[in-house]
């Protein structure tokens, strides 16, 4: 068969797609999409030793490592972060330094690992201090003005 039809029998529509079979050649596990090196090694251990048969991958990576709860007061709070309120107008005042704006939302795994992995960077925190940095929370109603001067909230 052809790739293509392999890809539709499989139901493998999206790239990049990785599809993990068992030793009698039975789907144990697709993954869709990119996913960081550390989940790639959880999907690997998950159906080499035959997690898939018990539980969803999902819910393997939860047991393994669930994510830790923060209030969204203090959730993954940085030094360099620019403490509300959000004037980001730069319409009518020349901002000393070019903005950066991280959107993040509550319980939200990947942005924990950004925030103890990357950011935790001495290379990384030097190049971060030539900017200045905001963080959102993408479900709230936090007012914000805009680098254009529009009243808009984080959501």
Known sequence: MTEREFALRENANFTPSLIFYDAQGKQALMLRGFYPPYKFRAAMKYVERGYYKEESFRNYIFRANPPPKFEISDMNHKDFFMPPPFELDRSRFQAQEPLLVFFEQEDCHACDVLHSEPLEF??????????????????????????????????
């Open 122 to 155: 001495e290379a990384t925190k030097k190049l971060l201090s030539h900017f200045e940095i905001v963080e959102l929370d993408m479900n709230s109603d936090t007012p914000v003005i805009t680098p254009n001067g529009q009243r808009i909230t984080a959501k």
